[in-house]
């Protein structure tokens, strides 16, 4: 079975800063992995994914992930954040080999607070 | 323009009084999936259906139904909701159920159970 697990429950980071926000995932097999963002009250939208090839995928928004097979972790990373990125930050893997792009493990979320 | 819709945004229901969310696409997509969000918690699958097939998580209450009546639409019915059913549900679409379509998710609806 697949887990994720984010270890920052909360990041409090001043205005360009840059930020990483960790997560790590456990998979038996080959899993593809995906980082979404929350704003309050709304649904998820997609930031970024790996599926296959490169290993540092760049998403929307300025932000970027690294997926590092051998410590099972695909960070999230922003060299400059805005006080428009505060929000709740998931990260999630498919669900068993080659499985559907809906059908995730979401990790318990990161929330990002930008200061002043 | 929204793809994935879902209404109401905002829905308030009275414990134990059946409730009914809707989630449309114009998508035309095969796979439709219903996700239950708690308040500070990870997003949950509850079930999903590929085309007519329903498919549901194990751990999902019996409380909770689904029904897609066409490819547009699918319905999530909470029969008789508890204050423990209060969250955000969140509805998203692919394609297939392959790895290599993109799921697309509605801006969720936010119950509240009085």
């Known amino acids: 079975a697949q887990s994720v697990t984010q270890l920052d429950s909360q990041v409090p980071v001043f205005e360009e800063a840059p930020v990483e926000l960790r997560c790590n995932y456990s998979s038996s097999v080959s899993v593809y992995l995906f980082w979404y963002v929350q704003y309050p009250n709304q649904g998820l939208q997609l930031l970024l994914k790996y599926l296959s090839g490169s290993t540092l995928v760049k998403g929307i928004n300025g932000f970027e992930a690294e997926f590092n097979k051998s410590q099972t972790s695909f960070h999230l990373r922003k060299p400059s954040v805005h006080i428009s990125d505060t929000a709740e930050y998931f990260c999630?893997?498919?669900?068993?080999?080659?499985?559907?792009?809906?059908?995730?493990?979401f990790g318990k979320g990161t929330k990002l607070s930008v200061k002043p | 323009d929204a793809m994935v819709i879902q209404n109401p945004r905002y829905q308030v229901t009275q414990f134990g009084k059946p409730v009914t969310l809707s989630c449309s696409q114009t998508?035309?997509?095969?796979?439709m999936y219903w996700y239950q969000q708690k308040s500070s918690q990870a997003p949950k699958l509850l079930f999903h259906y590929y085309d007519k097939d329903f498919n549901n998580e194990a751990d999902t209450p019996d409380n909770f139904q689904s029904r897609r009546p066409n490819t547009s639409f699918c319905f999530l019915d909470i029969r008789s909701p508890g204050l423990g059913d209060a969250a955000m549900y969140l509805c998203a679409t692919s394609r297939d159920g392959d790895g290599y379509t993109e799921a697309f998710f509605g801006q969720g609806t936010r119950l509240t159970v009085v």
């Open positions: 998508l035309n997509h095969n796979v």
């Open positions: 999630a893997v498919t669900r068993g080999y080659g499985g559907s792009q809906g059908n995730l493990i």
